[in-house]
C-alpha cells in the first residue's frame, strides 16, 4: 500500500463549489505539505504544518484552507472554486526539516 | 532568496544515449540539501535523491549518476544508456534546512522534459 494517499485522484467542479481534497500518510511523519503544480512553475507551497496544532501558510495560501484532524491527516480545502484553481494537487510529508518530502500520487483538479 | 535553474525545459535522445540534466542553485545557507524528482507520464512525483551541502562525493545508482559541485553551485543527472521509460518530468530541488522554525522550504527548478525514442 501506498504511504502517502490523496482523495480523489480526480475531480471536475464548478465555479463557486466547496471541494475539499484529503490526504493520508502511513509514514508516521509529523509534517505534511500542500502544494499545486501548474504548467511550467514547478510546484508552489500552499500550506504546510508541523503537527497537529502548527499550520502555516505557504506561498499562495489565499482561497485555500486546511485542516490537520490527526497526525495523519490532512485536509486542504477550496471554499468557493474558480477556474484558475484548475491544477494538479500534491500532498507531501517528512520527518522534519532536513528530511526528505515524500509526495503523494497527486489529485487532479478542473474547475469550470 | 533561494533558487533553482534547470535550463533545459526540454531533451529529446534515442533510446542508449546517454544524457545530462543540468541543476543550478542559489543560496546563503552553509547546510542545505538537494534533491532530485522524477514525474512520469502517470503525475506522481517519485523521489530519486538527496544530498546534503557537506557531501560532494558523486552517486551512482545503476544507471543513474549524480554530479554535485558546490564550486559551480550545480547539481547534475546523468542517465547513462536511457531508456523509454525514462521518459518524464525531472525535478530538482533546493531545501533550506536552517534549524528552528524553518519548515525545510523546498525551491523547486521549472523541471525539464525528457523524452526518450525507441
Known amino acids: 500500500d501506498a504511504d502517502v494517499t490523496q482523495t480523489p485522484r480526480n475531480r471536475i467542479t464548478k465555479t463557486g463549489k466547496r471541494i475539499m481534497l484529503e490526504c493520508s500518510q502511513t509514514?508516521?511523519?509529523?509534517?505534511m505539505y500542500w502544494y499545486r503544480q501548474d504548467p511550467g512553475l514547478g510546484l508552489q507551497l500552499i500550506y504546510y504544518?508541523?503537527?497537529?496544532?502548527?499550520?502555516n501558510k505557504g506561498e499562495i495560501s489565499d482561497g485555500y484552507s486546511v485542516s490537520r484532524q490527526a497526525q495523519a491527516k490532512f485536509s486542504l480545502s477550496l471554499e468557493s472554486a474558480i477556474p484558475n484553481q484548475t491544477a494538479l494537487y500534491f500532498c507531501?510529508?517528512?520527518?522534519?526539516?532536513?528530511?526528505?518530502?515524500?509526495f503523494g500520487p497527486g489529485t487532479r483538479l478542473t474547475v469550470l | 532568496a533561494q533558487k533553482v535553474t534547470q535550463a533545459q525545459t526540454e531533451i529529446s535522445v534515442v533510446e542508449k544515449e546517454d544524457v545530462t540534466l543540468d541543476c543550478v542553485y542559489e543560496?546563503?545557507?552553509?547546510?542545505?540539501?538537494l534533491f532530485w524528482y522524477k514525474q512520469p507520464p502517470s503525475g506522481e512525483l517519485v523521489f530519486l535523491i538527496r544530498r546534503n551541502s557537506f557531501d560532494e562525493q558523486n552517486e551512482i545508482s545503476g544507471r543513474y549518476s549524480w554530479n554535485f559541485q558546490k564550486s559551480t553551485s550545480s547539481f547534475n543527472f546523468t542517465i547513462t544508456a536511457s531508456q523509454v521509460v525514462d521518459s518524464a518530468v525531472y525535478f530538482c530541488a533546493l531545501s533550506d534546512a536552517a534549524g528552528g522554525t524553518s519548515y525545510g522550504k523546498l525551491t523547486f527548478g521549472q523541471g525539464t522534459i525528457l523524452t526518450v525514442h525507441p
Open positions: 543560496t546563503r545557507d552553509t547546510t542545505y540539501y
Open positions: 504544518s508541523f503537527d497537529v496544532k502548527d499550520i
Open positions: 507531501a510529508t517528512s520527518r522534519d526539516n532536513t528530511d526528505t518530502q515524500y
Open positions: 509514514k508516521g511523519h509529523d509534517r
